[in-house]
């Protein structure tokens, strides 16, 4: 029997001079506090409870010990209750740990609407790229594709689900050859999102499952933040979440490359991903909250670039 709740029976019933009313103080029957009371004198090869059909009294050789288990189940009751009370209030720090794909998705805007909203709550954000361990980063949470989060007790929650898109400066597009429709890349620079080896269909009414060539002359995987500034640089065709082109092509900063045809693989995501605990803080399942909230008023204004609603 779990050695705590021996304890926790064995104080009450003292406490309570009573088992019966022992047993309803801990939400367990009379006969389930008794197997403690004995498992417990078991343990410590002492007995620690005089019983007689009308009178429960503690044995003169237990005093020292049931003041010591009463004096740490009172410690331990007092710390739980701290700590119940720091879960439910908004203070701390909020570790996070961001991808470069959240950067170019309104990360900034993300964090100082959290801050006005939680005035007594710090952030620190972390940007990275790499497969992600939050419990080994000591990270509450992260803003992060949930293919990269390696914690098995993790949970993700979808943010964005958006389709891609070949984008580069009208300069760039002027200063080359152009795409044929076969999506040969022969004597282009192509900046690629993705690390994975992956061929992008391209579809469009009768123009189906057309395959892009890796005949690029340079085939650059970048992090979403380094891709999207070569491509303003005019360096090369970027594959980009839509929901990162759309502001540029929006502005007429990027143009798509074949815009008559529809990109439908690979697909970009994004997540708020988090371990779960029993005692999981406040400032986390707000800030989970925060970021569902966020991202799904953020997706309401995307719906021409196709970028799947937040769940």
């Not at 050695?3 to 022992?22: C, D, E, M, N």
């Not at 009768?206 to 395959?211: D, E, F, N, V």
């Not at 360096?235 to 045809?261: F, H, N, W």
């Amino acid at each position: 029997m779990d050695h705590l709740l021996s304890i926790r029976a064995f104080v009450a019933v003292i406490k309570f001079q009573s088992f019966t009313t022992a047993a309803r103080h801990l939400g367990m029957s009379p006969a389930t506090l008794s197997r403690a009371i004995t498992s417990l004198e078991s343990h410590t090869s002492t007995r620690l409870v005089n019983r007689s059909t009308r009178h429960v009294s503690l044995a003169d050789d237990a005093r020292a010990y049931y003041a010591s288990c009463a004096e740490i189940l009172e410690r331990l009751d007092r710390e739980e209750l701290r700590l119940a009370e720091q879960r439910n209030t908004q203070k701390g720090i909020l570790r996070l740990a961001a991808h470069p794909f959240a950067v170019e998705t309104g990360l900034s805007q993300l964090v100082d609407e959290f801050l006005l909203a939680t005035p007594d709550i710090r952030v620190a954000v972390t940007t990275i790229s790499e497969p992600l361990r939050l419990e080994h980063g000591n990270y509450d949470a992260a803003i992060y594709p949930a293919f990269l989060v390696q914690d098995a007790a993790a949970i993700c929650r979808p943010l964005i689900r958006s389709s891609s898109v070949l984008v580069a400066t009208r300069a760039y597009l002027e200063a080359n050859p152009p795409v044929p429709s076969s999506l040969d890349l022969t004597g282009h620079a192509f900046i690629d999102t993705r690390p994975s080896k992956w061929d992008p269909e391209y579809g469009s009414g009768r123009a189906t499952g057309i395959s892009l060539s890796h005949n690029a002359r340079l085939h650059a995987v970048m992090n979403e933040c380094i891709a999207v500034q070569l491509a303003l640089n005019g360096d090369g065709i970027a594959l980009l979440p839509t929901s990162i082109a759309q502001r540029y092509m929006k502005s007429g900063r990027l143009v798509r490359v074949l815009p008559e045809y529809e990109l439908t693989d690979p697909v970009a995501e994004l997540d708020i991903a988090f371990v779960h605990r029993r005692t999981l803080p406040r400032r986390v399942r707000d800030f989970v909250d925060h970021c569902i909230s966020f991202f799904g008023n953020l997706n309401t204004q995307t719906d021409e670039y196709r970028v799947v609603h937040a769940i």
